[in-house]
């Protein structure tokens, strides 16, 4: 009898618990399904915490128990919450999305949540500087038409910067830009720490509609440099976190604020 996602995303989890490091190639021979499926059962389980995802392979995560019936679990629950949050924001993210639309998407572990949600959209072509975006996409049953940066490495933010990175961004235009916020200041915009801020800018020019997605404890993130300003943004996606004072100063300036339920809610 054929397995159910779950259960061969159960079996998997297993396998690797008992095994260690396990090619790609021989899990798609093990479970009988094509390799593009395995790699997004790898990129699924690792976003729920329950392994770790290598370049065509997938390791253990040492604090992740599986049961004989295959089931998993983490005893250490504290990032669960923070997972649905990103979640919910990522769904949100993606009801702005319809079928044909050119979009980019910038680096960040929130804009990576983005992802799993476009499953089923169609026609979309998507451009990122980010390699784990890129993966994602890459990893997808329903691949959208992907366009990748290139540009210098930089291995902070697992994306590509610099002068070429900025000059393919801007050959293009988007419907929408996603992207994501170190901090968020409600008199300014975003803000970060560094000064890559050039890829992210050239991406707001190109697009029509600019879509921050950021949790509201962003808001108590004080860094010093302005990325975008309100003026370039369209949307805020953020969570209930964020207070009605803040939400509405933002609203003020011409931004579109959404609110998904925060962590544990």
């Not at 900025?166 to 968020?184: M, R, T």
């Not at 409600?186 to 050039?198: I, K």
């Not at 370039?232 to 003020?252: A, F, Q, R």
Request: no cysteine.
């Amino acid at each position: 009898m054929r397995q159910s996602v779950v259960q061969r995303r159960n079996s998997i989890v297993a396998w690797v618990n008992t095994n260690g490091l396990t090619q790609v190639s021989a899990l798609s021979r093990m479970f009988n399904t094509s390799e593009v499926t395995i790699r997004k059962d790898l990129l699924d389980l690792s976003q729920q915490g329950m392994l770790i995802r290598q370049f065509g392979a997938a390791a253990p995560i040492k604090n992740v128990i599986t049961s004989p019936s295959g089931e998993s679990s983490t005893p250490t629950s504290s990032s669960l919450p923070r997972k649905r949050s990103l979640d919910a924001l990522g769904n949100a993210a993606a009801e702005l999305v319809a079928e044909g639309v050119k979009i980019v998407i910038d680096g960040g572990t929130t804009t990576l949540q983005l992802i799993p949600f476009l499953e089923g959209i169609r026609d979309v072509v998507v451009m990122t500087n980010s390699l784990p975006v890129a993966n994602a996409l890459t990893a997808s049953e329903s691949e959208p038409t992907v366009l990748m940066t290139g540009g210098t490495w930089d291995a902070n933010s697992q994306s590509f910067q610099g002068a070429m990175a900025e000059q393919l961004v801007s050959a293009y235009s988007y419907d929408l830009a996603f992207i994501g916020a170190a901090g968020i200041d409600v008199a300014r915009g975003t803000t970060t720490f560094n000064e890559l801020t050039g890829v992210t800018r050239a991406m707001a020019r190109a697009a029509k509609h600019v879509v921050v997605m950021a949790s509201s404890k962003k808001l108590s993130h004080k860094m010093p440099n302005l990325e975008l300003d309100w003026k370039t943004i369209t949307t805020l996606i953020t969570d209930t976190g964020i207070s009605n004072v803040d939400k509405d100063n933002i609203e003020k300036q011409g931004v579109s604020v959404i609110t998904v339920l925060r962590d544990g809610e």
